[in-house]
């Protein structure tokens, strides 16, 4: 083991040392190469685990400033922010359904619910995070499903034994992680980039027709459900079967359920909290369906715009260390207390912390518009193929940064590129808006994948082997839906360029 360590540590700083002193990108600006540099020895790291997760995720701190990349303090700024309190919180509100056996309730309500056998059990997650994640944040949508999610494993492995279940946890984990971003795609609402791709449409092109909520669902929802197919397939057939066959005998599971009782306090309490926080998280915001809006609660705060679905979870989570219990549990006095800060994975946050510094410095660099500035080079191939190499370069870089703000760069590049074309740019627009949510290697890729990670039952390398093969396969489906159903909702040439994006 310590010889594969050392080895990958070797090849990274190797790679690392190779394009810092021989490799020249981009003449008279050797931050870019620099950049791409730190972010080769990262990801490589990440991987292989050559050293620990938390201490890869350090390396922008120190690497950085030495390359002249980031000073310090920006740096460091990077660390914290509001995604990484949605964290905090809810992974709060999982540890308390955990310590009053809540977690254990749901679990066997979700399998009398889902079905008897542990497939059907995965695609639920699949389907049911999907389906959440369509309507609010991909992060939420994770943080609201990992408790209950390990709440089932802990039940399984009850009956079966961890080893032997260890692929259903598997399908379970990756199920919400990759059903929360598979399922953002789904609505106009549903994850920051298809809100960029409307945003920049307007500002680019002024007299661009508006794509309305249910256009969009027309070809966004068949892309979802195909998705969700391919990658459960691709994780409970291919790479993760379920070799233990279990199914559940319903009187079985109900017998289990009645020796539970009835709810108690601290139950209720925790529930009636992990509730309210959904119920805040959906609705804060306004929900836009075209013909008609659904006002969002933030409305009637003075400034709407401060709160956030960290503010939500860190509200909620600390209600809990307020509230007394009434049944003594290792001498617990409230529902939660200090001890439980303990059980918080910190080394989550840092690899969290880890992710945005990188995406940082991929904007500051520039490298992220680099990359874009590249696309020209693209000119003369098929449409078809310029769809899937635009797709397959979009979610590899999404990997290493956020997906919101690669949209925010690459998307008026796209626009770009289309008008240089001839294209209409509703094709490359939409592709990038989609491509840039459909990352599932790397812990730090999507919230998501961090989150479900933070529950430290899943290897990196077992997320990158499964994540590698549906990256391949996204872009693969991406290309079939944008290049044949697209212009058949929009009504579009694909080859024309419209008169409103004539200058």
């Known amino acids: 083991m310590y010889r594969k360590q050392y080895f990958s540590l070797f090849i990274a700083l190797l790679i690392f040392f190779i394009f810092v002193i021989f490799i020249d990108l981009k003449p008279g600006d050797a931050k870019i190469t620099y950049m791409t540099a730190a972010a080769l020895l990262m990801s490589i790291l990440w991987i292989t685990e050559a050293v620990p997760l938390a201490v890869t995720s350090l390396i922008p701190l120190f690497l950085f400033p030495i390359l002249n990349l980031l000073d310090g303090e920006a740096v460091a700024s990077s660390y914290i922010n509001s995604t990484i309190f949605l964290f905090l919180g809810g992974f709060l509100l999982a540890l308390a359904m955990e310590r009053w056996n809540l977690h254990k309730r749901i679990a066997l309500k979700i399998i009398l619910f889902v079905g008897r056998t542990l497939d059907r059990i995965v695609f639920g997650f699949f389907a049911a995070s999907a389906f959440i994640s369509m309507w609010i944040s991909n992060t939420a949508t994770a943080m609201m499903m990992l408790p209950i999610g390990l709440a089932v494993i802990k039940q399984i492995e009850e009956n079966a034994g961890e080893k032997s279940?260890?692929?259903?946890?598997?399908?379970?984990?990756?199920?919400?992680?990759?059903?929360?971003?598979?399922?953002?795609?789904?609505?106009?609402?549903?994850?920051?980039?298809?809100?960029?791709?409307?945003?920049?449409?307007?500002?680019?092109?002024?007299?661009?027709?508006?794509?309305?909520?249910?256009?969009?669902?027309?070809?966004?929802?068949?892309?979802?459900?195909?998705?969700?197919?391919?990658?459960?397939?691709?994780?409970?057939?291919?790479?993760?079967?379920?070799?233990?066959?279990?199914?559940?005998?319903k009187n079985v599971i109900k017998e289990e359920y009645k020796k539970l009782g009835s709810m108690i306090f601290e139950e209720k309490v925790v529930m009636s909290v992990f509730t309210c926080a959904v119920l805040l998280w959906i609705f804060r915001?306004?929900?836009?369906?075209?013909?008609?809006?659904?006002?969002?609660?933030?409305?009637?705060?003075?400034?709407?715009?401060?709160?956030?679905?960290?503010?939500?979870?860190?509200?909620?989570?600390?209600?809990?260390?307020?509230?007394?219990?009434?049944?003594?549990?290792?001498?617990?006095?409230?529902?939660?207390?200090?001890?439980?800060?303990?059980?918080?994975?910190?080394?989550?946050?840092?690899?969290?912390?880890?992710?945005?510094?990188?995406?940082?410095?991929?904007?500051?660099?520039?490298?992220?518009?680099?990359?874009?500035?590249?696309?020209?080079?693209?000119?003369?191939?098929?449409?078809?193929?310029?769809?899937?190499?635009?797709?397959?370069?979009?979610?590899?870089?999404?990997?290493?940064?956020?997906?919101?703000?690669?949209?925010?760069?690459?998307?008026?590049?796209?626009?770009?590129?289309?008008v240089s074309l001839g294209m209409h740019p509703f094709i490359l627009m939409i592709t990038t808006a989609i491509s840039v949510s459909m990352d599932f290697m790397l812990p730090v890729g999507t919230p998501p994948n961090a989150i479900v990670f933070g529950s430290r039952r899943i290897k990196v390398y077992e997320m990158a082997k499964a994540g590698f093969i549906i990256n391949v396969s996204s872009a693969f489906v991406i290309t079939l839906i944008v290049y044949f159903l697209v212009p058949m909702v929009f009504g579009i040439e694909i080859n024309t360029l419209p008169w409103w994006g004539r200058k």
């Open 285 to 418: 915001v306004d929900f836009n369906f075209g013909a008609f809006i659904i006002p969002g609660w933030g409305n009637l705060l003075k400034k709407p715009e401060f709160i956030n679905d960290g503010t939500i979870a860190i509200f909620a989570a600390s209600l809990l260390f307020f509230i007394p219990a009434k049944t003594r549990k290792d001498e617990v006095n409230n529902i939660l207390d200090g001890d439980i800060i303990r059980k918080v994975p910190w080394d989550i946050i840092l690899l969290f912390g880890g992710g945005f510094a990188l995406a940082k410095g991929f904007i500051t660099s520039g490298l992220t518009e680099y990359i874009g500035s590249q696309f020209t080079s693209l000119i003369g191939i098929p449409t078809i193929l310029l769809i899937l190499i635009s797709s397959i370069i979009l979610i590899f870089l999404t990997s290493l940064t956020s997906n919101t703000a690669t949209a925010e760069m690459m998307l008026p590049i796209m626009g770009a590129v289309s």
């Open 165 to 249: 279940t260890h692929n259903f946890t598997l399908g379970v984990l990756l199920g919400i992680a990759y059903g929360s971003s598979i399922g953002g795609v789904g609505t106009l609402i549903g994850t920051p980039p298809n809100l960029s791709f409307i945003m920049k449409l307007k500002i680019l092109f002024p007299n661009a027709p508006s794509v309305g909520f249910a256009q969009w669902m027309m070809f966004a929802v068949p892309l979802t459900l195909i998705m969700i197919f391919v990658a459960c397939t691709v994780v409970t057939k291919i790479l993760y079967k379920n070799k233990y066959k279990m199914e559940f005998e």
